[in-house]
Every structure is written in structure tokens, then in C-alpha cells.
């Protein structure tokens, strides 16, 4: 027996939208038939996007959020939902990193990364999971799903990006303990843990020689690709997971094994 993936008449909130791995899970929810709401700081690459999505029959919209900005989460979230409608799914995936050892690294430099990694996430994520929550008062049977994009760096700790190794792995304690107090309200909250993922972000880096360095490191040597993720993406989004909850799914090409 196949399964269909058909998301017409889901709203999808993404984070970091703008770039990268939040680019490509717009670009897949919405041609998997859901609304898409693309949400992100830079609100001009997000309306390119919206374009190219519309073009090609989908619908999208467009909300300025930085996650770092509690009132800009709140003011986002209830934006998104005055747009689009009520969130049905969310995918929590704005994300930095700094690549200074531990000895060096200053308040500065903690707080940029843990604010946008797990701060931000939180607040997102309980935003949206407050809406889901009052909703599924009214409609026992609804099924909601949050995805947070973790990191395999959250389950091993990679050299010299300690600090995003830290955040992540506490991303992935978060998913758990949302998916532990959430789910009896019908929200399966899991967490996408991507390996090295080539993206036009870090395309120039993995160009050089300790690019190329870290690569051979590799378990088979070889980068991801964001399409890599499009499949653990649509299940996890889709209510075929009503039983997969808390879960922590790795995409690395065997890097954690390692």
C-alpha cells in the first residue's frame, strides 16, 4: 500500500526561510500542496521565494520574524495565522553557528548562537504550540506537528563549533521534553538531525582545502544535499507520523555512527 503525500489544506510556518535548508522545506511543503508561511529577517529573499513558489502553483506568505526578538516572535506567529490561518505544521529551523574554541569564545559570541538555536527555537515552538493546544480543545481528533532542525552535531561533538554542538544537543532535549507535555494534545513534536549539508551557504568553504580536509573525514566522504532531507521532512510533517513522537532522526550518511 503507497502512501499519498497530499498537504492541501495544511499551513506550514517555516523558520529561516531565507536560505538554505529553510529554503528547500518551503519549496517541498508547498509543492506538496500546504500554504506556506515563509518567515525569516530578510523579508526581500523571502518574497523572491514567494514568487518562484506562486509561479509554480503554490501558495505562500510572507512574515518578518527574528527570533532572537520575543515580541517579533509573538507579532510573527499571530501575523502568520491572520494570513494564512491556523498552523498546522512548523518547522523550527533558524540557525547560527560559530566556529571559535571553547577558550576563546565571549558572552557575545554565547549568546548569538544559543539565542537563535534554543531560545528562539523554545519560544517559537511554544508560540505556536499555544495555538495548537487551545485549538485542539475544540477538535480532540486535529493533528498538529513541530519539527525542529537539530544537528548530528547535537549528538557528537564536532571540533571547533562547540558552542552550536551545545545548542543543538539541548534542541534535542527540548523536543523531547515538547513531545512528553504537548502530545496529548495532538502534537507529535520531532527533531531532524542533519548531517554536513551543502548548501549555498557553505558551498565556498567546503571549496577550500580544509573544506575538502573535513570532507574526506567523512564516513563515505562525500557532502548531503538539501533534497536529502525531503523525505524525512514529508513524514514528519504528515499525518501518516501520528505515531512518531519525541523522536530524533538522524540524516547524516552514517556520521553518527562514527
Known amino acids: 500500500m ?11 510556518l517555516v523558520t529561516g526561510a531565507s536560505s538554505g ?19 525569516a529577517r530578510r523579508t526581500e529573499r523571502l518574497k523572491e521565494l514567494r514568487a518562484e513558489i506562486e509561479s509554480n502553483g503554490g ?7 527574528d527570533v532572537t526578538d520575543y515580541g517579533s516572535i509573538k507579532s510573527a506567529i499571530a501575523h502568520a495565522e491572520t494570513e494564512a490561518g491556523p498552523i498546522d505544521i512548523l518547522v523550527n529551523n533558524s540557525g547560527v553557528s560559530d566556529t571559535r574554541r571553547l577558550i576563546d569564545v565571549t558572552p557575545e559570541d554565547y549568546a548569538f548562537v544559543m539565542d537563535t ?3 528562539g527555537a523554545f519560544f517559537v515552538a511554544q508560540e505556536v504550540a499555544k495555538r495548537m493546544i487551545q485549538r485542539a480543545k475544540g477538535e480532540p481528533n486535529k493533528q ?13 561533538v564536532l571540533p571547533q563549533i562547540g558552542i552550536y554542538c551545545m545548542s543543538k544537543a539541548a534542541a534535542v532535549h527540548m523536543t523531547r521534553a515538547m513531545a512528553v507535555e504537548w502530545g496529548r494534545f495532538g502534537i507529535n513534536t520531532n527533531a531532524i538531525c542533519p548531517g554536513y ?54 540524516a547524516d550518511d552514517g556520521m553518527a555512527a562514527y
Do not use: C, W, Y
Not at 2 to 12: H, L, P
Not at 26 to 39: K, N
Open 197 to 250: 549539508i551543502e548548501t549555498e551557504i557553505n558551498r565556498e568553504h567546503f571549496s577550500t582545502e580544509q573544506g575538502q580536509q573535513l570532507i574526506s573525514m567523512l564516513p563515505r566522504k562525500r557532502l548531503g544535499k538539501p533534497e536529502d532531507l525531503d523525505g524525512l521532512l514529508l513524514l514528519l510533517a504528515g499525518d501518516e507520523s501520528h505515531f512518531i513522537n519525541g523522536a530524533i532522526m538522524t
Open 2 to 12: 503507497g502512501i499519498e503525500v497530499n498537504f492541501e489544506g495544511k499551513i506550514a
Open 59 to 65: 501558495a505562500a506568505h510572507v512574515v518578518s520574524l
Open 117 to 119: 538555536n534554543l531560545r
Open 144 to 156: 498538529h506537528r513541530i519539527i525542529n532542525i537539530a544537528s548530528v552535531a547535537g549528538l557528537k
Open 21 to 39: 535548508l529553510g529554503e528547500r522545506f518551503a519549496r517541498v511543503l508547498a509543492q506538496a500542496g500546504a500554504q506556506v508561511v515563509l518567515a
